[in-house]
């Protein structure tokens, strides 16, 4: 089973709207975290935001926000008031609590190409 | 300050050559990763060092590949009789700690093409 889904592929939002892009995780550990990165064309990962499994609190940062779902084991990433320089792949990635398998390091799902659309 | 710097940015072989991707991490980062990245997907875990040593050397394909980190900072990933399915994106990433929040700083990458 993935450990990440991201199940949209591609988007297209229109500039100044706000966007949410969809994230689901699969985990039996109850200590891990979440992340976002955003790709542009240049191809650098850029880090956005991150979320803890313990944190009560949504993660935000500027207009990112996260809207963490434990129950559901999701972690959608909103970006409010959207920009053409939003334009990018975004990926949804997890660090789980227990070593092995790669968990020291960070698991990504397929992403999300966002294209904002003036 | 200083990112994390690969080198070099691009890199064509031919099919059964070695080739040496480094990377120099961000300073004072104990934790380092390698990734690859293959086209129209998310990036796939390699291996991890914590420090020099190796910790996590789970997500390495196959013994062509090899990763080294001699002194703690700079890593270099190692590829023998490389074939064609190894052309991708290699990127490296950098964290204070690893196993924890601190987020990691990624490179830009290596594009590898192998002909």
């Known amino acids: 089973a993935q450990k990440i889904t991201q199940t949209q592929p591609g988007m297209f939002v229109q500039e100044k709207e706000a966007v949410t892009l969809d994230c689901t995780y699969d985990?039996?550990?109850?200590?891990?975290?979440l992340f976002w990165y955003k790709q542009p064309s240049s191809g650098e990962m850029i880090f956005l935001i991150y979320?803890?499994?313990?944190?009560?609190q949504n993660a935000t940062e500027g207009r990112y926000s996260l809207n963490f779902q434990k129950a559901r084991k999701s972690a959608n990433l909103v970006i409010s008031a959207s920009q053409l320089g939003d334009s990018a792949m975004y990926f949804c990635?997890?660090?789980?609590?227990?070593?092995?398998?790669?968990?020291?390091?960070?698991?990504f799902g397929k992403g999300t190409h966002l294209i904002i659309q003036p | 300050g200083a990112g994390v710097s690969q080198t070099p940015s691009n890199k064509v072989t031919e099919k059964g050559k070695y080739v040496e991707l480094r990377c120099d991490p961000i300073?004072?980062?104990?934790?380092l990763y390698w990734y690859r990245q293959s086209l129209g997907q998310g990036p796939e875990f390699l291996i991890y060092?914590?420090?020099?040593?190796?910790?996590?050397d789970s997500g390495l394909p196959n013994d062509r590949f090899f990763a080294v980190r001699p002194e703690g900072s700079v890593s270099t990933l190692k590829i023998q009789r490389t074939e064609r399915g190894d052309s991708a994106v290699y990127l490296c990433?950098?964290?204070?700690?690893?196993?924890?929040?601190?987020?990691?700083?990624f490179g830009n990458g290596t594009r590898l093409t192998v002909t």
């Open positions: 990433a950098s964290s204070l700690r690893g196993r924890d929040n601190s987020p990691l700083h």
């Open positions: 985990t039996s550990d109850q200590s891990y975290g």
């Open positions: 979320q803890g499994s313990y944190d009560e």
């Open positions: 990635a997890m660090r789980e609590g227990t070593s092995g398998g790669g968990a020291d390091g960070l698991t």
């Open positions: 300073s004072g980062h104990t934790a």
């Open positions: 060092f914590q420090g020099t040593g190796a910790a996590d």
